[in-house]
Structure formats: C-alpha cells, structure tokens
C-alpha cells in the first residue's frame, strides 16, 4: 500500500471522531466533567458527611434523603427536554463555581455548615451551567433549586420555631381538649390533665411535620395546573395545616390519655398516632387542592391538576466562544478554592485552657449552696463541655439560682440556648425584658439582659450573658 493510499484513511479517521471527542474518543466534556465532579466531592467531603449525619440524626430533616432522589426524577422524567436545552459552556458557570469556593471557605473559616452546605447546590448550578450552558440551567432550575430544601437550617432557627410550635399547639391542643369536656390546664407546654401531665416537647411541636410537609407542599405546587396565586396558596398552606393537625394530635393524645392511661402518650402508639395525623395532613392538602380547581374555569377534576411537571423547553445557548480560556479559568478557581480550604483548615482548633466548674470553690461567708447534678436528656440537648447548676441561700434566706454552661467552640452543631425560648416552656410568663450596660471591676463595658418572669403567684429575676472569643 502505498503512502498515497494511506492519506486517504487517515483523513477518513479524522471524519469519524465526533467533534469535540478526545482522540480516545470520548467527549472531552465527559471527561473535564468527571474531573470537576471528583474535585468537588474533595472539597466538599467534610461538608456532605455532616449533611449526611444532620439528616439522619434530625427526625425534622429525615425526609431529606429524598430530595436529591426527587429533583432527579424530574430531570429524568423530562430527560428529551433536558438534552435539547444543553448548549455551549458558559461563563456563568465559571462565575457560579467561584461563588460557591466563596461560600466553602467562609464555612470552613467560620465553622459555620450552612454556608458549606450552600455551596454544594451552587456547585451543582455551576457545573450545569458550566458544561450544558445557561439553557441547561434554565431548563433544570427547579430541580436544582428543590435541592435547598436539603440544606439543614440553623440550630437557632429550628430552636425558636420549635418553641413557637409548641407554644401554639399548646394552646389549641388544650382549646380542642376542652371542647371535649376534659378539665385542663395549661402551663407553659405542660398539659396538666390532673392525673397525668403531659409535655408537649420538642418532638410534638409539629416541626416533624413541617419540613417534610413543605417540601410535599412545594412539589404539588409545581406540579399544579393552574394560577400562579393557586400555587402559592398551595404552599402557604402547609403552615396551618401543620399546627391544626399537631393540635389535633396533642388533643387526642391527651383524651386517650385520661381515658387509657399514659402508656397512650408514649411508644408505638405514640409514633403510631403520629403517622396518622401526616397522612391526614396530606389529606386536607388535597382538600386544598380540590378547592382551588373548583374556583377555576372550567371546573377541573383535582387528580387532573396534579400532572408530572414539565421542566422549561430552553433554546441551546452559544455560550463562550473561547472554550480553552473558560476551562483554564474554572482549572485556577478549581486550585484556588483547594488552596484556601487548605489554609483555613490547616490549623488545629484552638481551646484556651481553663478550669473545670468542678473545682469552683463556692466560698461565700454564711452563704449555704447545694450543686444540683444536670438532667443527662436536657445535658444532651444542650451539648455544652461543661456546666454547673448550683442553688444558693443568702444569708437573709433569699434564694439564688447559678447556670454556666461552656462551649469549647460554637461548631459543628452546637450553640447556645437562649433563656428567651426554655423559660416559657416551662409555665413561666417573661413580663419584662431589658438589656443593661454595665462595667466589671477593671473597667471593661459588657452588656446584660435583665428577665422579670413570673408564673402564678412567683416572681423572679433573671440577668443572663454570654461571654464569647
């Protein structure tokens, strides 16, 4: 053969390759995305483990292992739509990745997750952007956007929306009581039934339900065929339902517990009873939603305003022109964001040494004290490093409370706890709140709050601070 011959073939070969295909053949996409993909599971190792724990150690957030399951079915449910909108890369990518080595490093220099955990669903908006251009983006937006509803909120913010939560299916848990002609009272979110009382803890606060419920209650709003102010009542309603069905629950609990006995409030039954009620939470969701299509024209059926979600039909976008200068680009924000996790990581937490409340001396003239042993359920919940809880008698026989509590660092979870969220929850009405300014001995300004609460005829005072670095 020869090298005339030969020309010919090669040529031939070189028509054969798909555009865009490394010499292997395989789409030089594919493999730049399987390198992204691998750097970012790097990164973000640390913080997909701790969501992965909060997920499983939250009973609030245990639904969450479905989300990531959901928005993948609506893009595989929509996968010819998805591949007709993929397009040229995009600068927007590069600017979303970086945004989200932006939002990694503040959470790895803070400590703070959330940031972390904001990161992960920017990444995944950067890569989409990144390889399958902004019509891509456009076109999944939603799934990617439903991924947030995994991202675990704040501590605080669960705290004090479980202490609003109790506080209101308290209140109508006991109205409902009453209705059945079962005497009752309330204190704070203890339901006192006179034999029995019962706590509505955080665990019947109704966030268990609300959480998972909003997630649902997004889902049929997208999936509605109807007015967008539909959709949004459809949303805004999971919030009532939430606290009504919780109260209704906390209600029937307490009739079965003056009928039966405690054993009604506690176990299976328990967990049980609360199965039942997110299913009727579904339930009157549904209702909703069979309202809503009868207010529109014509009347449709509501099992037919539920359809499988279309995502956005999206025209492939041009993108960048200069496909080499976008990946370098993303390469260096790649190494850049390795770099300065690296430094904010490379140094060991630092814990100044102190003493323990165990060796506080407790010297005061004529003063009597007695330290109380903390309750290992309320020591858990607070997850402090160490605490005291002591009661002090003056010596004009005025009584004295002392609570420390001492946090190493405010990481991986644990904060502290207000006295503005547990004092109520304890039958105690705060009836005045101020913050005082004041000095310490040598001269330093610090602030105080200064509590007055009552409950029934007692009436205390309450200053509380916190000391931080």
């Known amino acids: 053969m020869t090298t005339a011959d030969q020309q010919p073939m090669a040529s031939d070969n070189a028509h054969a390759r798909p555009k865009g295909a490394a010499p292997s053949g395989v789409p ?72 989200a080595m932006a939002l990694l490093v503040l959470g790895k220099l803070t ?35 439903f991924l947030l509803f995994a991202v675990p909120p704040p501590y605080w913010v669960i705290t004090v929306l479980s202490w609003k939560f109790q506080q209101i299916s308290s209140v109508l848990g006991v109205a409902m009581i009453e209705l059945m002609g079962i005497p009752v009272y309330l204190s704070g979110n203890i339901i006192d039934l006179g034999d029995y009382q019962l706590q509505v803890a955080e665990a019947c606060s109704g966030l268990r339900y609300l959480f998972p419920f909003l997630s649902l209650g997004v889902i049929a709003a997208y999936m509605y ?56 939470c579904l339930a009157a969701l549904f209702g909703v939603v069979a309202i809503l299509t009868r207010l529109t024209k014509p009347k449709q059926n509501p099992l037919d305003a539920l359809t499988t979600p279309d995502l956005h039909a999206s025209t492939p976008s041009r993108g960048a022109q200069n496909a080499p200068a976008l990946i370098a680009a993303t390469l260096a924000i790649f190494a850049a964001g390795a770099g300065l996790v690296r430094v904010a990581t490379v140094d060991a937490l ?4 102190r003493e323990m409340f165990a060796g506080v001396p407790y010297e005061f003239t004529d003063w009597q004290f007695t330290v109380r042993p903390m309750d290992p ?5 607070l997850g402090a490093d160490d605490t005291i809880v002591a009661d002090f008698i003056a010596p004009d026989d005025t009584p004295y409370n002392l609570y420390m509590a001492y946090l190493d ?38 602030a105080y709050n200064r509590m007055i609460i009552e409950n029934g005829s007692n009436r205390q005072l309450v200053y509380y601070w916190y000391d931080q670095r």
Not at 115 to 144: E, I, K, N, T, Y
Not at 414 to 443: E, L, Y
Request: charged share 15%; with cysteine; aromatic share 12%.
């Open 409 to 446: 660092a405010q990481r991986d979870g644990r904060s502290w706890h207000s006295p503005r969220q547990c004092i109520p929850g304890g039958g105690w009405k705060i009836t005045a709140h101020t913050v005082v300014d004041a000095k310490t001995a040598d001269g330093r300004r610090f």
């Open 350 to 353: 630092i814990i100044p040494e």
């Open 111 to 145: 400590s703070i997750y959330l940031f972390q955990h904001l990161a992960m669903v920017v990444s995944v908006a950067g890569l989409v952007a990144l390889f399958g251009g902004v019509s891509l983006l456009r076109s999944v937006a939603a799934p990617v956007a």
């Open 28 to 99: 030089w996409k594919l493999i730049l995305l399987a390198a992204a993909i691998v750097a970012l599971a790097v990164l973000f190792w640390d913080a997909a483990a701790n969501l992965w724990l909060r997920w499983g150690k939250q009973q609030e957030l245990s639904h969450s292992y479905f989300i990531p399951l959901i928005s993948a079915w609506l893009v595989w449910t929509n996968r010819e739509t998805v591949k007709n909108a993929v397009g040229a890369p995009s600068w927007w990518g590069a600017a979303l990745i970086g945004l």
């Open 225 to 280: 065929r109807g007015p967008f102010w539909h959709k949004a009542v459809i949303i805004a309603a999971t919030f009532p339902i939430t606290i009504l069905m919780n109260s209704f629950r906390i209600a029937v609990t307490g009739a079965l517990v003056q009928a039966y006995g405690v054993e009604h409030a506690e176990g299976a039954l328990h967990f049980f009873e609360g199965w039942v009620v997110f299913l009727l």
């Open 377 to 381: 359920g309320v020591a858990e919940v």
